[in-house]
């Protein structure tokens, strides 16, 4: 199994091009089982998610072409990739498959949608809480879908003649609910409003796409969110916004080992809130014409609370980072998540490099300290691995972070991206 030995203690200087997001390739990806012309995506990050996700949509019957596989097409290295789903083959998503990723749940929507029915294995994914599908199911529930659950698996039937339009209100924000019922709704009859929709930027990216393919969105980005029924969509030419949890995680990184870096090919409007924070620490952040440059020369790290929110508030998934950035902040910081009730798994193992947290319920206490020293550490899910490789950048002497699986699955090509601005990062192979 691959680690990361990393020897921490340079400050990091260059530039650092940001890849598509994940978060929006996965649901774009999805998208391609709602038509049977092609879908061409731009910019699909090269991910282990993505290419397990490709094999899930395989199984259902869509023809993927990538361009150039080993070139280097532009400088993120994310390939422009095709999907054409002429027939759906197979309605049945199996659980050897969708276990590995929770995401591939989401194929329940356009399944429903397209064939009148599906029957997707319940999800596993990063084990940082128990993350419920019932959002889901009642949400496709209010299009007219008759649900049951038998055996691991959702058994999801759309009435004769397909879904039906409908008003629904999610009591709770979610992003993949939102994506499923956006996508479901596109082909029902009639218009759909979906209210206390998520807002994030991977929906707003959703939605454009679909609506290249002949989808009637409108509101995407705000609570509510309008799908006014077509009979069919079309092929469409997509390119994937970049990834903003990939951009604040190397911002961060420069926050915390000091140094100037140029983040490509991003832009501020995607993350303005952990943008925010991260000015309050004492970085300073500014737009260039190709992105961001972050500064952090010489002063300490300001010590600044932070409480996870859905869209646009202070995302879930950069609150590992942040944590592992106020580890070596000069006083005490407050984080307190919101979104899932288990990610705080990092904290035991930012201990193990020195760190001084103290959890209590959903909120982490975190007491600067002078120095960290590098440790072996575990990764345990995606945002907290990349932490720990954060805080080894910072930590003196060498820290192998294991379980670097958890990284490939969102961060392309990390030991490279780091080791050009000057940080010592090695893959170490057995
Ligand atoms: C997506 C992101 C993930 C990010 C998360 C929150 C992708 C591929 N993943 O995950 O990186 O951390 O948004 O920004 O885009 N919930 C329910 N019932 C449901 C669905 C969700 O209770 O049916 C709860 C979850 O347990 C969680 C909260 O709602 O507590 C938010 O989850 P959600 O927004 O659905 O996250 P994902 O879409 O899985």
């Known amino acids: 199994m691959d680690r990361i030995r990393i020897?921490?203690?340079?400050?990091?200087?260059?530039?650092?091009?940001?890849?598509?997001?994940?978060?929006?390739?996965?649901?774009?990806?999805?998208?391609?089982?709602?038509?049977?012309?092609?879908?061409?995506?731009?910019n699909v990050p090269h991910l282990a998610d993505v290419e397990g996700l490709m094999r899930i949509l395989g199984n259902h019957?869509?023809?993927?072409?990538?361009?150039?596989?080993?070139?280097?097409q532009e400088e993120g290295y994310s390939r422009t990739i095709h999907f054409t789903c002429r027939t759906i083959v197979d309605t049945t998503a199996p659980y050897e498959l969708v276990s590995k990723m929770r995401a591939s749940f989401w194929v329940i929507g356009p399944l429903l949608a397209r064939e009148g029915r599906a029957r997707v294995s319940l999800p596993g994914g990063c084990a940082i809480g128990t993350r419920?599908?019932?959002?889901?199911?009642?949400?496709?529930?209010?299009?007219g879908a008759e649900i049951e659950i038998d055996g691991g698996y959702v058994n999801a039937t759309a009435p004769k003649g397909g879904l039906v339009?409908?008003?629904y209100r999610f009591p709770k924000v979610s992003v993949g609910a939102t994506h499923v019922m956006m996508m479901a709704a596109t082909l029902a009859r009639g218009t759909t409003v979906i209210e206390n929709a998520a807002r994030e930027p991977e929906i707003v990216d959703l939605a454009n796409c679909l609506n290249a393919m002949g989808a009637r969105i409108s509101g995407a980005g705000s609570k509510t969110i309008t799908v006014e029924g077509v009979t069919a969509l079309s092929g469409a030419r997509h390119r994937v916004l970049p990834d903003r949890i990939e951009t604040g995680t190397y911002a961060m990184a420069v926050a915390m080992t000091g140094g100037d870096v140029v983040l490509e090919g991003t832009n501020a409007a995607l993350l303005d809130n952990a943008l925010d924070i991260l000015r309050q620490t004492g970085a300073e952040i500014t737009a260039t014409e190709t992105g961001l440059r972050i500064v952090r020369n010489g002063h300490g790290i300001h010590p600044v609370d932070v409480v996870t929110e859905p869209f646009p508030?202070?995302?879930?998934?950069?609150?590992?980072?942040?944590?592992a950035l106020m580890t070596r902040a000069s006083g005490v910081s407050h984080i307190t998540e919101t979104i899932f009730e288990n990610r705080f798994m990092h904290v035991q193992e930012l201990a193990r490099l020195g760190a001084r947290i103290s959890l209590s319920g959903q909120m982490a206490r975190v007491e600067g300290v002078s120095r960290l020293k590098g440790a072996p550490v575990m990764a345990t899910d995606l945002r907290a691995s990349v932490s720990l490789v954060i805080a080894g950048l910072a930590a003196e002497g060498e820290t192998v972070v294991n379980r670097v699986y958890h990284l490939d699955r969102g961060f392309e090509r990390l030991e490279e991206k780091l080791t050009r601005c000057g940080a010592i990062v090695e893959r170490v192979s057995e």
């Open 7 to 42: 020897t921490g203690g340079n400050a990091l200087h260059g530039i650092i091009p940001i890849s598509g997001a994940k978060n929006a390739a996965l649901p774009l990806m999805i998208a391609s089982l709602l038509t049977s012309d092609t879908l061409t995506l731009e």
């Open 61 to 72: 019957g869509v023809d993927i072409a990538v361009n150039g596989r080993r070139e280097r």
């Open 132 to 143: 419920p599908v019932d959002l889901f199911l009642e949400g496709l529930a209010a299009l």
């Open 165 to 167: 339009g409908n008003r």
């Open 313 to 323: 508030g202070f995302p879930t998934d950069l609150q590992a980072q942040f944590m």
